[in-house]
């Protein structure tokens, strides 16, 4: 059968750790690079273009506006090329060579945002932007990856439930890297209703408010956020929190690809240090599932590259031994994260996101 390119979003492999962990327990990988755009991103973006297309929101030549200094802009600009939508990206003076290029590649449009938020980072200012520009763009649609539980719903009714049916349904841990929440928000939803024994297990990045602590920058690409989004509707799902330093993370992305060659992107090297910790310690859990949400190629300048690394006073140790002893110290952050969550309802509001007016506008018509 001869596909669109579009179709080829979903049914990505599972892959198992050969070398670095014992024979005991099974360190699977779900290596969301297989998608077209690159990452685990493609699902949520073709969700919520789908349902927006579906409802109405987004109409023929309409235009995508979007925040996001990375893989849902790519996606966006994937879908918008495909379908033939005009694409504007917020993305922030962080956003990577490579990552511009994509954008660019799939001709979509950019805009740098320059100004930090009250948290040092730029997702407030490029969200109020993107937003601004929506209103004021006739016949534009705003995906709002933050605020839109589409993002979630679409890991719910899919990612999750293709993992669940790859594992044959004999999994005991999931571990996902956590930003705008859609993939954790639809993972602990859907194993809670389909098989509550199932451990999710959240990780973020040192630096990161999602689940509470200071703000204060980090390396980490991918992951972490000043609040704890929406799309996480019940911390309550989420077993354990942890929060991960940049050096660890990006150690463990180039062990694993010397030692297991696998090529994979910081947020997953992230994930893959509680992975190895939990493999360390469980006597219970053997089947261990990390969401590997995007590939290292994206990072070739940055994480695998000696010279970066070596100006911010990376470790360049490949050495599997110092890793475990690494990990080893390692603690769960939080095992109750609702005690240390950070909604800020107002914050939707307050930068005018235009998600809730969507799914209201829906039920009066
Ligand atoms: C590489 C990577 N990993 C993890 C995540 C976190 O996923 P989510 O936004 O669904 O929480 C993202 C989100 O941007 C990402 O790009």
Same mark, same amino acid.
């Given at each position: $059968?001869?596909?669109?390119?579009?179709?080829?979003?979903?049914?990505?492999?599972?892959?198992?750790?050969?070398?670095?962990?014992?024979?005991?327990?099974?360190?699977?990988?779900?290596?969301?690079?297989?998608?077209?755009?690159?990452? =685990?991103?493609?699902? @949520?973006?073709?969700?919520?273009?789908?349902?927006?297309?579906?409802?109405?929101?987004?109409? @023929?030549?309409?235009?995508?506006?979007?925040?996001?200094?990375?893989?849902?802009? =790519?996606?966006?600009?994937?879908?918008?090329?495909?379908?033939?939508?005009?694409?504007?990206?917020?993305?922030?003076?962080?956003?990577?060579?490579?990552?511009?290029?994509?954008?660019?590649?799939?001709?979509?449009?950019?805009?740098?945002?320059?100004?930090?938020?009250?948290?040092?980072?730029? +997702?407030?200012?490029? =969200?109020?932007?993107?937003?601004?520009? +929506?209103?004021?763009?006739?016949?534009?649609?705003? &995906?709002?990856?933050?605020?839109? #539980?589409?993002?979630?719903?679409? #890991?719910?009714?899919?990612?999750?439930?293709?993992?669940?049916?790859?594992?044959?349904?004999?999994?005991?841990?999931?571990?996902?890297?956590?930003?705008?929440?859609?993939? =954790?928000?639809?993972?602990?939803?859907?194993?809670? %209703?389909?098989?509550?024994?199932?451990?999710?297990?959240?990780?973020?990045?040192?630096? /990161?408010?999602?689940?509470?602590?200071?703000? +204060?920058?980090?390396?980490?690409?991918?992951?972490?956020?000043?609040?704890? &989004?929406?799309?996480?509707?019940?911390?309550?799902?989420?077993?354990?929190?942890?929060?991960? &330093?940049?050096?660890?993370?990006?150690?463990?992305?180039?062990?694993?690809?010397? +030692? %297991?060659?696998?090529?994979?992107?910081?947020?997953?090297?992230?994930? $893959?240090?509680?992975?190895?910790?939990?493999?360390?310690?469980?006597?219970?859990?053997?089947?261990?599932?990390?969401?590997?949400?995007?590939?290292?190629?994206?990072?070739? /300048?940055?994480?695998?590259?000696?010279?970066?690394?070596?100006?911010? /006073?990376?470790?360049?140790?490949?050495?599997?031994?110092?890793?475990?002893?690494?990990?080893?110290?390692?603690?769960?952050?939080?095992?109750? @994260?609702?005690?240390?969550?950070?909604?800020?309802?107002?914050?939707?509001?307050?930068?005018?996101?235009?998600?809730?007016?969507?799914?209201?506008?829906?039920?009066?018509?």
């Amino acid at each position: $059968m001869i596909n669109t390119i579009l179709d080829t979003v979903g049914n990505s492999p599972l892959v198992q750790l050969r070398n670095l962990v014992r024979d005991e327990v099974d360190v699977i990988l779900k290596l969301e690079r297989t998608n077209p755009g690159g990452s =685990i991103k493609d699902r @949520p973006a073709l969700y919520i273009i789908e349902e927006a297309e579906r409802r109405g929101w987004l109409k @023929p030549g309409g235009t995508l506006i979007e925040s996001s200094s990375g893989n849902f802009g =790519i996606s966006l600009a994937m879908i918008g090329a495909a379908r033939g939508y005009r694409v504007i990206i917020l993305v922030d003076p962080k956003t990577t060579p490579t990552n511009l290029a994509m954008l660019k590649a799939y001709g979509a449009e950019v805009i740098v945002v320059t100004e930090q938020d009250d948290s040092g980072s730029y +997702h407030k200012t490029r =969200i109020a932007l993107a937003n601004k520009l +929506h209103r004021e763009i006739t016949n534009s649609f705003r &995906p709002d990856q933050c605020f839109n #539980h589409l993002n979630g719903e679409a #890991h719910f009714n899919q990612t999750a439930a293709e993992l669940f049916e790859q594992c044959e349904r004999n999994l005991d841990v999931v571990i996902l890297s956590v930003s705008t929440g859609g993939q =954790i928000g639809g993972f602990s939803r859907f194993f809670r %209703e389909n098989a509550a024994h199932v451990k999710i297990i959240a990780v973020d990045a040192i630096g /990161s408010t999602i689940f509470g602590g200071t703000s +204060h920058s980090y390396l980490l690409p991918g992951m972490g956020l000043s609040w704890t &989004p929406t799309n996480i509707d019940d911390l309550n799902r989420i077993d354990a929190v942890y929060k991960v &330093p940049d050096e660890d993370s990006f150690m463990m992305c180039r062990i694993l690809a010397r +030692h %297991e060659g696998i090529l994979c992107g910081g947020s997953t090297g992230a994930a $893959m240090l509680v992975a190895l910790k939990l493999a360390m310690q469980s006597r219970k859990e053997k089947r261990i599932v990390c969401i590997a949400s995007d590939s290292g190629e994206r990072y070739l /300048s940055t994480i695998y590259n000696d010279e970066w690394m070596h100006e911010r /006073s990376m470790t360049l140790s490949l050495d599997p031994l110092e890793l475990r002893e690494r990990v080893k110290k390692l603690k769960a952050y939080s095992v109750n @994260p609702i005690e240390t969550a950070n909604y800020i309802p107002e914050l939707e509001s307050l930068l005018d996101s235009p998600s809730r007016q969507y799914f209201l506008d829906s039920q009066t018509n």
